[in-house]
């Protein structure tokens, strides 16, 4: 069995919970703030996240810290969900449980996650006219884009939607057609 689905099996459930506690109190948005202000607080501190991976570091320790760092900043229900994650040694997994939990928050709200490699930046009506496509393609409400500038694109995109991915690109073309030209 792979790693990912043992963290999927373990993340799951937490996500789970937390999303819904945040839909039974109605906080679902406050949430959403309060885990990407996690998020960004993890991407930017190397210490905080290596003390909260330590196993070494003892469970009062990181409750101590995430107390006095987050009382005031997040509710009350995700601070007690948090305390709970160190209680039971899964504090190391957050990033992967709020990964989880945004991407049930997305299925709820039917919103879908595209990811898009261009060589030069997407204007404006580009985005907007290529969500409405994807609208249609995925039968979703929202299209959420995701940009990434990849200079070693000659032309066109590559979009990625979970598994699925969609390769306009010169040498996705050209890798197609050698394709077709090997198999006839």
């Known amino acids: 069995m792979?790693?990912?689905n043992i963290n999927d099996k373990i993340t799951l459930p937490y996500a789970e919970a937390l999303l819904e506690c945040a839909n039974k109190n109605n906080i679902i948005d406050n949430m959403n703030n309060d885990l990407s202000s996690i998020q960004n607080l993890l991407a930017e501190s190397k210490d905080f996240r290596v003390f909260?991976?330590?196993?070494?570091?003892?469970?009062?320790?990181?409750?101590?810290?995430?107390?006095k760092l987050l009382l005031n900043q997040v509710n009350s229900f995700l601070l007690k969900?948090?305390?709970?994650?160190?209680?039971?040694?899964?504090?190391?997994?957050?990033?992967?449980?709020?990964?989880?939990y945004f991407d049930l928050?997305?299925?709820l709200d039917?919103?879908?996650?595209?990811?898009?490699?261009?060589?030069?930046?997407l204007t404006e009506a580009q985005q907007k006219a290529l969500i409405n496509k994807l609208k249609d393609m995925t039968s979703s409400h929202t299209?959420?884009?995701?940009?990434?500038?990849?200079t070693s694109l000659l032309g066109?995109?590559?979009?990625?939607?979970?598994?699925k991915v969609i390769d306009?690109?010169?040498?996705?073309?050209?890798?197609?057609?050698?394709?077709?030209?090997?198999?006839?």
């Open 143 to 150: 299209v959420k884009l995701e940009t990434n500038i990849d």
């Open 52 to 67: 909260l991976n330590n196993p070494l570091t003892a469970t009062e320790a990181k409750k101590n810290v995430i107390t």
């Open 105 to 107: 928050v997305y299925k």
């Open 156 to 163: 066109g995109f590559i979009i990625q939607i979970g598994s």
């Open 110 to 121: 039917s919103i879908t996650i595209a990811t898009v490699s261009t060589s030069v930046a």
């Open 2 to 4: 792979s790693s990912q």
């Open 168 to 184: 306009t690109s010169l040498a996705g073309k050209l890798k197609n057609m050698a394709f077709y030209l090997s198999n006839t």
């Open 81 to 100: 969900f948090l305390l709970v994650l160190v209680e039971r040694r899964r504090i190391s997994l957050i990033n992967l449980i709020i990964d989880k």
